[in-house]
């Protein structure tokens, strides 16, 4: 492992080269590398003042040197989420709340803190998050079924692993309400009357696979649509002709993994933008190419190539592609993200942002950590003090391995989905 | 009517009158010992209680088009309020224009939300006219260029009402203010590929001259040089003298330059370009030898990817790794 004395940046020097031809973008990239330098200072050499700081933080314990995940504060902050009415501000969430219960349950699960005593809590906030007609989940009481929701619903009920809670979900209806979404370009509908993106794909496929819902029916044309938001640069957007985006390319990647088609894309051009996301300066990654970094792209950037090393190994790729099976670890630098994550996004409260001048909030706890599980490799490569070590996560569906395991075992011996509703 | 649209209020509220008497509020569970709740203004929760009271009977009154706005003001992500109000419009048969208008403002309060540009969309749908829809996505993107909703909605406007002719010069106008603006590029290609194709040489030629001309403006610029890396992966790729030209005279003159930044002499987006474009014309040496000083020193971050680039690279070398051990000689 890198020595804390190593996390100095390259003599101090910012990586944003402008060509003596400033635009807003390199304005706002020297700004953000300027904002994350603060925290990359050498350890060894540091005023007794920043040491100070870092210490008061908790970053810093005791004569230790090596840097900490401030997990208690952060249990807090997330616990707090959980049980007391968040603010009046959290009303734009209003229509997430099977979201706000996943993130927060997914990070506790992630800081080995699953919070046993609120499972009776959570699973009413999810029953009254059902959608009429047992149609998947809605974003909050009486709203309609949405396939975003529906995925972050079962994500939760997966992560309290609890048998009432899987009551919750009716396997017929909800393949009949992912029936009704279906496409005729191999996509799917985010609810009857909305858009058909990569993430209303991989938001169904994802549920289906873990319900064992996932027929041909329902599985056809998926890889093409995938292929077809493919772009020149190698990663995947929106819909066809969008920009390569961080989070449309986990769901692609994602989804392609679940249907045993990662070969259905350009997989070389795909792992040429991943490696090119990691940022040179900060470590964490951006979601496009010049933006800006954020931390929860250090889960949807960060784990496409755990996804296709997993597959590598398997021998499931091509040759070329294969060589991935070699590489020693993941394709980007996991030190690297590591720091960005641990130095640069924790909040000393608890909780984690997307950047240093940004604030915290659930979702860049959520995704900061799952991308730091991620890159952990199973706990084979730790940075910081080795408590820093968190539970591993499924890099395809951002749940804890083993409570996907459990959750699929529930329902791999059932009878296949009947479409139709019957009527005796 | 007309009060609703506007938002006025009188003495008794918004609920107080005559006209919402006949309805009973459908109140959210609360006080339970459900996680995750909010505390919502009581304003916000008297809207959603009026709201979902609608919703269950079905109303597609004017009345419920008028609540679904003030729902929406209070939260313009609940895509229940969107698609009943969709409902409404249809029921109602509403001037669509004056939507499009709403929209416009709803856009411009909070541009970053799904549901808004989904309700744009669906509404120039049913109006089947796309003719604002340029002037809109531009004012959008004047303000925050990057925007990813406003250019998936310029592209789905382009495409369906076929209004590609100024197009080009739209994405060159922003490549002039910004030319790492990538959501452009990525915009200059969706164009060509969807008017004349990459298939006609004048075309290629035309592009690869425009992604060199900017790639030179700023070597550490890595958005041309994924364009040029799109074109020169094309099937119909043929102009290697070409881009071999202009590569050999971009590092060649960036290694002349003098003294400074350590990117001046090594942008990393012209030395990985250089790996693809090597490697695939018949120069794997120079695209190994380039990995290797990419790894080491231009780009260490990535130096995992660049050592992967070279194993491929070589593929002797890879194979004879996992070539079985020949038997010992008798
Ligand atoms: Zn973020």
């Known amino acids: ?424 | 009517m007309q009060q609703h649209d506007e938002g006025g209020e009188d003495a008794g509220g918004y609920f107080g009158g005559a006209e919402w008497a006949d309805v009973t509020p459908i109140d959210a569970p609360e006080g339970d010992e459900a996680c995750a709740q909010i505390n919502y203004t009581s304003e916000f929760a008297e809207t959603m209680g009026y709201f979902r009271a609608v919703l269950r009977a079905d109303e597609r009154s004017k009345r419920a088009l008028a609540l679904t706005a003030r729902v929406i003001a209070g939260n313009a992500a609940n895509y229940t309020a969107w698609f009943f109000r969709r409902e409404c419009l249809k029921a109602l048969g509403e001037d669509l224009k004056k939507e499009l208008e709403f929209a416009t403002n709803a856009a411009l309060r909070s541009p970053k939300n799904y549901q808004i540009w989904y309700h744009r969309r669906a509404v120039v749908e049913m109006l089947g006219d796309g003719s604002d829809e340029l002037e809109f996505t531009e004012e959008i993107l004047m303000d925050d260029s990057k925007n990813y909703h406003a250019w998936s909605h310029r592209q789905f406007a382009l495409q369906r009402f076929d209004l590609w002719d100024g197009e080009i010069a739209f994405v060159e106008k922003l490549l002039q203010m910004d030319v790492r603006n990538n959501s452009a590029w990525n915009q200059r290609w969706f164009v060509v590929k969807n008017t004349t194709g990459f298939d006609d040489a004048e075309i290629r030629e035309r592009e690869l001259t425009f992604a060199w001309t900017q790639a030179k403006r700023a070597p550490n610029n890595e958005s041309p040089f994924n364009y040029l890396r799109g074109i020169i992966r094309l099937p119909s790729f043929v102009e290697v003298s070409l881009v071999r030209n202009e590569l050999d005279g971009l590092l060649h003159y960036v290694k002349a330059s003098s003294e400074g930044h350590p990117n001046k002499q090594n942008p990393p987006p012209l030395l990985g370009f250089a790996v693809d474009f090597y490697g695939a014309n018949g120069e794997p040496g120079l695209a190994t030898e380039l990995c290797d000083s990419l790894a080491a020193e231009h780009d260490p971050i990535r130096r995992k990817y660049w050592a992967y680039r070279r194993e491929q690279l070589t593929p002797n070398a890879a194979s004879a790794e996992v070539a079985p051990v020949p038997p010992s000689a008798p």
Not at chain 1, 90 to 112: G, N
Not at chain 1, 167 to 175: K, V
Not at chain 1, 192 to 205: A, F, K, Q, S
Not at chain 1, 225 to 247: K, R
Request: hydrophobic residues 40%.
């Open chain 1, 1 to 424: 492992m890198e020595s804390m004395t190593q996390v100095a940046r390259e003599g101090a020097r910012l990586a944003a080269y402008d060509d003596d031809e400033p635009t807003e973008s390199s304005m706002m990239q020297e700004d953000t590398e300027r904002e994350c330098a603060r925290f990359y200072v050498d350890v060894a050499s540091a005023p007794e003042t920043f040491l100070g700081g870092m210490r008061s933080m908790g970053l810093l314990r005791g004569n230790d040197d090596e840097m900490h995940l401030l997990r208690e504060e952060t249990i807090d902050y997330l616990r707090r989420g959980l049980t007391i009415p968040l603010g009046a501000s959290y009303t734009s969430l209003d229509a997430s709340r099977p979201w706000l219960l996943y993130w927060m349950l997914q990070a506790l699960d992630l800081l080995d803190a699953f919070p046993s005593d609120l499972v009776a809590g959570v699973r009413l906030a999810l029953k009254e998050c059902c959608a009429a007609g047992s149609l998947g989940f809605g974003g909050n009481f009486m709203q309609v079924g949405h396939t975003a929701p529906t995925y972050a619903a079962v994500l939760a009920i997966c992560i309290l692993d609890d048998d009432e809670a899987f009551q919750l979900l009716d396997r017929d209806a909800i393949y009949r309400f992912f029936m009704s979404l279906k496409h005729p370009s191999g996509g799917f509908r985010v609810q009857p009357d909305g858009e058909i993106d990569t993430r209303g794909l991989y938001t169904v496929l994802a549920v289906a696979s873990i319900l064992n819902i996932l027929t041909p029916e329902l599985t056809e044309g998926c890889a093409k649509f995938i292929a077809d938001c493919q772009t020149y640069e190698g990663g995947i957007g929106g819909e066809p002709g969008n920009e390569a985006h961080g989070g449309y390319a986990f769901c692609g990647i994602a989804a392609l993994a679940i249907l045993g088609e990662l070969d259905a894309i350009d997989l070389d051009a795909f792992v040429h933008w991943i490696a090119a996301r990691q940022m040179r300066y900060e470590g964490g990654f951006q979601g496009r190419t010049n933006k800006l970094v954020d931390a929860c792209y250090s889960f949807w950037q960060g784990a496409t190539p755990a996804i296709l090393r997993e597959a590598a190994v398997r021998g499931d790729l091509h040759s070329s592609i294969g060589a991935l099976a070699g590489v020693e670890g993941l394709i980007y630098d996991e030190e690297r993200m590591q720091q960005y994550i641990i130095l640069c996004c924790q909040q000393f409260q608890g909780g984690l942002r997307d950047k240093p001048s940004k604030r915290r909030d659930q979702y860049h706890t959520c995704y900061a950590l799952s991308g730091l599980s991620v890159a952990q490799l199973g706990g084979s490569k730790v940075w910081g003090t080795q408590t820093n070590r968190l539970v591993e996560t499924d890099p395809v569906y951002n749940i804890e391995r083993e409570k996907l395991r459990r959750a699929k075992e529930r329902f791999a011996d059932l009878p296949p989905p009947v479409l139709s509703e019957s009527t005796d």
